[in-house]
């Protein structure tokens, strides 16, 4: 097992091709990835899921955190059988309920962006 990485000595170590090859590859390999990928953009990054429009030092606290179990941990408890929902979850299957447009767009959403899992 690797020991764990502080963000800015990864920072140093990479390129930020680099860095944006790793988190690319970590959310083609790894469906919690991806989803603790788009969660972080979410909850830090106002969005913006596309790894080129951030900073080394932005990748690099994903990657390390994510590696020591950091981020990623709150995606998986969320989705674990049992697990409140957040208000967040509530709200987008009350709009895909009360509408089948809106049903339609989370739908397309999710194959673009999340490989297809919707929940």
């Not at 998986?76 to 987008?92: D, H, M, N, Y």
Request: aromatic share 6%.
């Amino acid at each position: 097992q690797t020991p764990p990485v502080a963000p800015c000595s990864l920072a140093a170590m990479a390129t930020k091709a680099d860095l944006v090859d790793q988190v690319k590859s970590l959310q083609r390999s790894d469906p919690h990835a991806k989803q603790a990928w788009c969660d972080f953009c979410e909850t830090q990054l106002d969005g913006t899921y596309d790894p080129n429009r951030h900073d080394e030092h932005t990748l690099a606290h994903f990657l390390s955190h994510f590696a020591n179990g950091g981020i990623g941990a709150i995606s998986q408890q969320s989705s674990s059988f049992g697990a409140a929902p957040s208000p967040l979850v509530e709200k987008i299957k009350l709009m895909q309920k009360n509408d089948p447009a809106v049903n339609q767009v989370w739908r397309d959403f999710c194959d673009e962006r999340l490989g297809g899992v919707k929940d």
